[in-house]
């Protein structure tokens, strides 16, 4: 019997619910600067965090508010112990269109052929530079070679559609763009530039090091000539275009171009918490009404499912977040939230969102 059709839920901009992140860990093995600048941080507490059946209760819930696309977060997703385990519980779940991950790569090479068989969908490695000393200087961390190695795993587990997601700061690692595009078309992925972001954790951010979209564009037509925007509707984050030889690639401008008007994502922290927007500093709690908080502790399960349900429901009704573009109507730009606050609530940071 097919699954009954869930309602479509819409928010108060008549965006859809389709999008989730789902963040497995705060915790990660890199300290990018456009992230994780600093050098000490407060991690969510680990008995916090939800289990996998938990996090498979929370999809399921999800997932009959018309949820279909999920998508596998961290810090760094792959620092959760057997997360093949928990893709192949996800992978059970018909309603969910689209189940992929993003990540650093570090630890890639060794799962991927586990989290292919698990039913994982598709896989985004975030690689900055191709530089192993700028590597090091932008991730304070050695393991560039195993971020490379990364890109041929996924290629020999079967995955297709990998997409190369680079961070691009002035001063950093600017002067690569068309080497990255050189090493996605050799590869057989699809590179997405994104736009340095003032989000929550980018404690050293500023306008002066942000490469716009415009400009990226400007560069790559100085070298490759003519690029054509790729004609499509879609909630993607990435705009896509063109290169004369039909090369695809994207650019995720959420600092100079925001796309919030086309946003179904929202996020949950690896402890539960829901947040519908990536600037937004308040959420709702879904580990404590996954527990037992809900209105009748003592009701069944299923009560208690359909309880959260209506929360979700009223939570996304009643969204009306747009960060990025306020964010970018503003003047007086700098790093959103300070440190202190950052100390004080560790779910303020980007890491533990998980982008
Ligand atoms: S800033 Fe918020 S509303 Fe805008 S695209 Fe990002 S998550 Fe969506």
Not at 319 to 326: N, S, T, V
């Amino acid at each position: 019997m097919s699954p009954k059709l869930p309602v479509l839920l819409r928010d108060r901009l008549g965006r859809l619910l389709e999008s989730l992140r789902l963040s497995v860990t705060d915790r990660c093995n890199l300290r990018c600067l456009y992230c994780m600048p600093e050098e000490d941080y407060v991690w969510l507490p680990r008995q916090e965090l939800l289990s996998f059946e938990e996090l498979v209760r929370l999809v399921d819930i999800f997932t009959g508010q018309g949820v279909t696309h999920l998508r596998l977060t961290g810090g760094e997703p792959l620092l959760r112990q057997n997360l093949d385990r928990l893709v192949g519980m996800l992978a059970q779940n018909s309603r969910i269109a689209d189940l992929a991950l993003t990540t650093n790569g570090v630890l890639f090479a060794d799962k991927a052929e586990p989290l292919k068989r698990a039913g994982l969908g598709r896989v985004t490695i975030s690689l900055d530079t191709l530089r192993p000393e700028r590597f090091r200087q932008m991730t304070r961390r050695d393991e560039h070679q195993r971020v490379l190695s990364a890109f041929d795993a996924a290629r020999r587990a079967g995955f297709t559609g990998t997409k190369l997601d680079a961070v691009i700061m002035r001063g950093e690692n600017d002067d690569e763009l068309t080497d990255l595009i050189e090493f996605g078309r050799s590869n057989g992925v699809e590179v997405r530039f994104i736009e340095y972001m003032d989000v929550l954790g980018a404690t050293k951010w500023s306008m002066s090091k942000v490469v716009a979209r415009d400009e990226m564009l400007q560069r790559l037509e100085e070298r490759y000539g003519k690029i054509r925007p790729v004609a499509e509707t879609s909630s993607a984050p990435a705009s896509r275009f063109l290169l004369p030889d039909g090369t695809v690639f994207g650019i995720i401008a959420s600092t100079t171009s925001p796309f919030c008007r086309t946003c179904d994502r929202s996020r949950i922290t690896a402890d539960g918490m829901w947040y519908r927007c990536l600037y937004a500093t308040n959420g709702t709690d879904l580990r404590k009404l996954l527990r037992g908080g809900t209105a009748n502790a003592s009701a069944s399960r299923e009560a208690a499912d359909a309880e959260i349900a209506n929360v979700i429901a009223e939570g996304w009704r009643g969204r009306e977040d747009r960060g990025a573009e306020e964010r970018a109507g503003r003047n007086d730009r700098g790093a959103l939230i300070a440190i202190e606050e950052l100390r004080r609530d560790p779910h303020l940071e980007m890491h533990t969102r998980g982008g």
